[in-house]
């Protein structure tokens, strides 16, 4: 089976993240194995594990989707129940894939691997066209600004790989998309299946001049690093070696969020508000003369000041926002509810704080994506936005500008569970 | 591509820097779970420059099988003393001996499920919050579920069904007291990434890697080490073969691949040419189509 092109030991790739969603059945799972298999990232003993399970069902094909079966419920249910992640390589890209499952009460799983996807594969059953689920798994992609989306009209060879099948599916999910905030729209009809469209042309339907899913993962744009964003440098931890060698030294440890950070830069330290100048940038021990997102740096200033775990280095010229109330988008994970009153923990970058919820503002309906401004009770994968005060200030960019410091994680102080996702949509 | 974007590689290391700085954060009490193999030797790696010119800051942690390569001993012990960094080793022979155990019987015995009680005291014993492991997600299909930060109750057990959203990069290390979490800071590292990364960084390796000759037996399809902690049947006899090893477990559960790679480079050649997964040649994953999600569920690495 496998016999890999000598390309991919290539070490100047670099790296796409996507996920996929859809319904039960839309074929998520084939298409993935389809993807695996055709670009020849299936081993032989994967191969032989899949063809054997298959006969041994009793199905009439290689069943692709056990390729990507992994736990033992699921096997027995012939479900994905939980976010599984998958790798494979061409010769331009290393790919991550976060496989989500479908099922309503999992949508939280498409929630966790939207938040660190540079594109969403949503797929569509041709014969169904768009359903509730998709709606829902279009705006979640929005709302959590996936910068590009693929829809896959799939099962192609079910409705005869007709155009005009494909061109009013298209035309339903463009009105859907219309009233959402999407950052770029592709669609591609296929056959995962068959393979039609996925790593090879299709023949069968020649009216389609675009191009396959795969050649579509390998050229979509990764946003790099403009020297114009704003830089963002959460500490993570202060590095103090105490050892004769290195006696006074003092570095903030962390992930550059965004931007680009300069030996020499003037910073300020938030929320204290304390400027002072980027004194050296290291990485491991060597010096650097820049540094830019999303590498991991530690940072020494010129000026003696307490800084710590929690605080956020940012370039003075542009400063993000302090404070104790924010409003939230807020896709709720747990089968206890939100509700106004409720205590939580916030995690947002480095810093945990406690914040009680204010308000809940509006409940998004998932059918009609209308604000329901009376619905005060946010249950498990509901998405709303609700207003919360946090007992120590936060150092925020709103979700739109910047996925990082503008991403927040609700955490029950009982259970110690990740109960809500928020984005940030507003200061007050 | 402008010049400020990250390679893959580049890309990785840095979460997994990310990950392992997190760890120090959030914990009071965590280790590093060392086997000696590459991707534990990567973590090592990565921790080394994720808190220079600090030392890292928390200890080795070797579950001893007493079944490892003498090879692979040593190299931890050298690497232990040339980076002064603290080892710890908890050894399966002493829960075999004090009776927490039972040695398996028979051909095909193994101490690789014993670790998992090993484990679970040595944690209990030292108190540790958090085992870094070298475990990737692209390894096993039940790894390809696991979290960066993997919750684990006071039974050390994991429950695959009920696991913590993880988002962005917010990681919820929090816990009850008794209860701890296995981190996977190179969770997102392909087998091939693994060694081009130790070939970009000239990590060091032990030498079970590169070909060598070695007294080899074949059984059901596997080429063993012929090692006296695994009998002989009558019909199996030993010869010289030209091997090197894939993946570094006991040595009564890991398979030689014929091989003359000597250099990383000629590993990395052989890996992308490979037809075969990595595990393909462990048979502690051959015992049934759930073995690894089994041992996982009940503590194991």
């Known amino acids: 089976m496998k016999n890999k092109p000598s390309e991919i030991n290539n070490q100047q790739s670099d790296l796409f993240r ?8 839309d074929g998520k799972s084939t298409l993935i194995g389809r993807l695996l298999y055709d670009s020849k990232s299936i081993f032989e003993d994967q191969y032989e594990a899949v063809k054997a399970t298959s006969k041994k069902r009793g199905y009439g094909y290689l069943n692709l989707a056990l390729f990507t079966d992994g736990l033992r419920a699921e096997r027995e249910q012939g479900i994905t129940i939980d976010v599984a992640y998958r790798y494979f390589a061409t010769p331009k890209r290393k790919f991550i894939i976060a496989d989500t499952p479908g099922h309503i009460q999992y949508t939280r799983n498409m929630v966790t691997g939207a938040s660190t996807a540079n594109a969403a594969i949503i797929l569509i ?8 689920q998709t709606r829902r798994h279009a705006y979640i992609a929005s709302l959590l600004r996936i910068p590009h989306i693929i829809v896959c009209i799939n099962k192609m060879d079910l409705v005869d790989f007709k155009e005009d099948v494909f061109k009013k599916i298209k ?3 463009e009105d859907v998309a219309s009233k959402m905030n999407i950052m770029a729209l592709h669609f591609i009809p296929i056959s995962a299946l068959e393979g039609d469209n996925v790593v090879i042309s299709s023949k069968k339907m020649k009216w389609f001049k675009g191009v396959t899913v795969l050649n579509l993962l390998e050229t979509l744009s990764v946003p790099g690093v403009d020297s114009n964003d704003s830089a963002r440098f959460p500490v993570q931890y202060v590095i103090r070696p105490m050892s004769n060698e290195h006696h006074d030294y003092r570095s903030y440890a962390g992930r550059i969020a965004s931007g680009l950070l300069k030996k020499g830069d003037k910073v300020t330290v938030l929320p204290k508000g304390i400027s002072s100048r980027i004194k050296s940038i290291e990485f ?6 820049e540094a830019f997102a999303p590498m991991s740096v530690a940072v020494s200033l010129q000026d003696d000041i307490d800084v710590s775990r929690g605080d956020m280095i940012v370039n003075s010229d542009n400063l993000p926002l302090v404070t104790h109330d924010i409003e939230l988008m807020i896709c709720w994970m747990d089968v206890k509810k939100l509700a106004a009153n409720r205590k939580y923990m916030v995690r947002h970058t480095t810093n945990e704080v406690r914040c009680i919820v204010k308000e809940v503002n509006y409940k998004i309906n998932m059918n009609t994506l209308d604000k329901m401004t009376d619905e005060k009770t946010i249950g498990l994968n509901d998405i709303a936005c609700i207003s919360i005060r946090t007992t120590m200030p936060l150092v925020i960019d709103r979700y739109y500008t910047n996925r990082i410091t503008g991403s927040v994680i609700l955490i029950d102080e009982n ?7 928020g984005m940030i949509i507003n200061v007050e | 591509m402008n010049q400020h974007h990250l390679t893959h590689l580049k890309e990785l290391e840095s979460e997994s820097i990310f990950v392992l700085r997190e760890v120090a954060a959030q914990f009071e009490k965590p280790a590093l779970l060392f086997s000696g193999g590459k991707d534990s030797i990567v973590c090592f790696h990565l921790a080394r420059k994720a808190f220079a010119p600090a030392k890292i800051p928390f200890p080795l942690l070797h579950i001893d099988t007493g079944h490892n390569f003498e090879e692979t001993i040593i190299y931890r012990d050298d690497l232990a003393n040339k980076y002064g960094a603290q080892l710890i080793v908890a050894s399966v022979q002493d829960s075999i001996d004090t009776g927490r155990v039972t040695e398996e019987k028979g051909f095909n015995a193994s101490r690789n499920v014993l670790q998992t009680v090993t484990l679970l005291d040595t944690i209990e014993n030292y108190k540790f919050d958090a085992l870094i492991g070298g475990a990737r997600r692209d390894e096993e299909k039940a790894r390809a579920k696991e979290r960066f930060f993997s919750h684990r109750d006071e039974f050390g057990q994991w429950d695959p069904k009920n696991q913590r959203p993880e988002l962005w990069n917010l990681f919820n290390g929090r816990k009850n007291i008794g209860e701890h979490f296995r981190v996977f800071p190179i969770s997102n590292w392909t087998e091939m990434d ?4 130790i070939l970009q960084e000239q990590i060091e390796i032990p030498s079970l890697y590169f070909t060598h000759e070695r007294e080899c037996f074949i059984r059901d399809e596997v080429i063993y080490a012929h090692a006296n902690v695994i009998p002989l049947k009558p019909n199996e006899k030993p010869e010289m073969m030209q091997v090197r090893f894939r993946t570094i477990g006991d040595i009564s559960c890991t398979g030689a691949i014929l091989s003359t790679a000597a250099t990383v480079e000629e590993i990395v050649n052989e890996v992308a040419a490979m037809r075969v997964t990595e595990r393909g040649g462990r048979i502690d994953d051959k015992r049934s189509e759930a073995a690894m999600e089994d041992r996982k569920k009940l503590g194991y690495f």
Not at chain 1, 125 to 132: F, S, T
Not at chain 1, 415 to 421: F, R, Y
């Open chain 1, 171 to 173: 035309k339903e999910y």
């Open chain 1, 284 to 289: 491991a021990g060597n010096h650097r003369s």
């Open chain 1, 415 to 421: 259970s110690n569970t990740t109960v809500g996702a």
């Open chain 1, 125 to 132: 059953d041709a014969r169904k066209g768009v359903v509730e």
């Open chain 1, 18 to 25: 996507f996920t996929t969603a859809g319904s039960v059945d």
């Open chain 2, 194 to 197: 693994v060694w081009q990364y």
